[in-house]
């Protein structure tokens, strides 16, 4: 298997325009989880999906941050407008069943950087 | 609420120094742990884990001990190398949740 893909690994983009980052799991894994890493606040897990359901969005830090997940093999986090703040390393992960013993599963990340 | 707690960084080693690096844990019932490593440049990546107490981890010539009586996972390596500059996770994962803990990272940098 691939593992997980993730797109674009860069992001260069000015405040206030929309940002979509994009994520494919690992085929037949039920969960899947989007992070951001900043030096600041370290790993903060954003939303997760169980097999395509939002199932805690409580991480999402504003209105403005959004995420789907239309079928088993594609999911979206999107930034609309972005603001500088939001400048981070975006990880999208994912597990075969989401226990306490599963192992999570990294992208490479999309470092997204707003001016 | 579970809490994980990672020694501050960065660690500085020459190569072929012991490793330690302490990871102490708070939560309830019985969890299990685990030690991720991020490379620069790539995701985070399992290096090992246990689910029981007094349950050894090991892989690539790193080490971890589940002990319950002093809710810590520290991880140890005998002789590091250069190419083990990374960042290093401590992660649980409790019944209950599917949702894992994460610490903070303690950088690790070994000089030739």
């Known amino acids: 298997d691939a593992g997980v893909i993730q797109s674009p690994r860069h992001e260069v983009t000015e405040m206030g325009q929309e940002v979509t980052l994009r994520c494919k799991p690992i085929?037949?894994?039920?969960?899947l989880f989007w992070y951001r890493q900043t030096m600041m606040r370290g790993l903060e897990l954003l939303i997760y999906?169980?097999?395509?359901?939002?199932?805690?969005d409580s991480g999402m830090p504003e209105d403005r941050f959004s995420a789907k997940m239309p079928n088993a093999s594609f999911s979206t986090l999107k930034i609309q407008p972005s603001e500088p703040r939001d400048s981070a390393v975006y990880f999208c992960?994912?597990?075969?069943?989401?226990?306490?013993?599963?192992?999570?599963?990294f992208g490479p990340g999309t470092r997204l950087t707003v001016l | 609420g579970d809490s994980v707690t990672q020694m501050e960084g960065p660690v500085t080693l020459s190569e072929e120094a012991f490793l330690t690096i302490n990871c102490t844990y708070t939560?309830?019932?019985?969890?299990?742990l685990f030690w991720y490593v991020q490379y620069p440049g790539e995701g985070l990546q399992l290096l090992l884990k246990?689910?029981?107490?007094?349950d050894k981890g090991s892989n690539k010539g790193f080490e971890a001990t589940y002990r319950k009586e002093t809710t810590s996972f520290h991880l140890e390596k005998g002789s590091v190398q250069v190419s083990d500059s990374a960042v290093y996770f401590c992660?649980?994962?409790?019944?209950?949740?599917?949702?894992?803990?994460f610490g903070r990272g303690t950088s690790l940098i070994v000089h030739p």
């Open positions: 992960a994912s597990s075969l069943e989401g226990g306490p013993t599963d192992t999570q599963y």
């Open positions: 246990a689910t029981k107490a007094d």
């Open positions: 085929s037949g894994h039920d969960y």
């Open positions: 939560a309830t019932g019985y969890p299990s």
């Open positions: 999906f169980n097999n395509n359901v939002p199932i805690d």
């Open positions: 992660a649980l994962g409790r019944g209950g949740s599917y949702i894992p803990t």
